[in-house]
């Protein structure tokens, strides 16, 4: 495999950069990162600046950060592959971080070129680093960009609505009147029973067909008769002998 071509100016953030800001960046994308490689991968990749001019604003030494730069970097390509490495490998890594940064001296470049031509692997590293550094690059952009400003509005102009006309009123036809139900004719009625005839009494028989008086009637009325005439004849005695009367 052919060695990935190296870009001879990295990639850097547009305008100045606030150091504070990029270290926060950092920190947020590879939170595993020690302070010492947040620092350093933050003021040469993110703010631009020279590991010379690291140095003396921080006092670390040239060697202490050629280290922390290739263990910053190498975080960094974790976070977007896992690779499998050997010690030349972990050497290589080094030598690609140094070249970066335009610090790799002699025998460096020709130890480099060698290692590549034989390993596929530091190969892929290297195409992977400069994916990961431009992910980078592009997320910090993103962040500080400022949010757009939304332009006030102006208000709306009033809309005359003119008033609504009244509701007409619309005349609805009757509905057709349902014809009334016929009256059921009446019922025939039913033929009347025939009352039971009441006997009509008979006509009293005339005198002459009246049956003569038994003899036990005509003695009774008779003893009666008698009867009666002797009370009026003791009744008249009576009145006599009170009268002072005598025979």
């Known amino acids: 495999m052919e060695r990935a071509s190296l870009r ?7 305008g100045p950069v606030d150091p504070a800001a ?7 994308t590879l939170p595993g990162l020690d302070e010492a490689g947040r620092q350093a991968l933050a003021l040469v990749d993110l703010v631009g600046r020279t590991r010379p001019e690291v140095c003396a604003e ?8 050629a280290d922390a730069l290739a263990r910053a970097r190498k975080s960094l390509r974790r976070a977007v592959a896992s690779l499998p490495g050997s010690g030349w490998c972990e050497r290589a890594e080094r030598l690609l971080s140094d070249e970066l940064d335009g610090e790799l001296a002699d025998p460096g470049p020709r130890r480099l070129a060698a290692h590549l031509a034989n390993c596929d692997r530091c190969v892929e590293h290297e195409r992977r680093l400069w ?7 592009l997320s910090f952009e993103q962040a500080r960009a400022p949010a757009p400003e939304v332009a006030d509005e102006p208000d709306p102009e009033p809309v005359e609505v003119p008033d609504p006309e009244p509701p007409r009123l619309v005349e609805v036809p009757a509905p057709p009147a349902e014809p009334e139900p016929a009256e059921p004719e009446p019922a025939e009625p039913e033929p009347a029973m025939p009352e039971p005839a009441t006997p009509e009494p008979a006509e009293p028989l005339p005198a002459a067909a009246e ?5 036990r009637g005509v003695a009774w009325t008779a003893s009666m008769a008698v009867a009666v ?9 009576t009145i006599y002998a009170i009268a002072g009367g005598g025979f």
């Open 8 to 14: 001879p100016v990295p990639q850097r953030p547009s």
């Open 229 to 237: 005439l002797l009370a009026i004849v003791s009744l008249a005695l």
């Open 22 to 28: 990029a270290l926060a960046h950092v920190e947020g």
């Open 131 to 137: 994916q990961a550094r431009d992910q980078l690059v």
């Open 58 to 65: 921080t006092g670390v030494a040239e060697a202490d950060l």
């Open 211 to 215: 049956p003569r008086l038994s003899l």
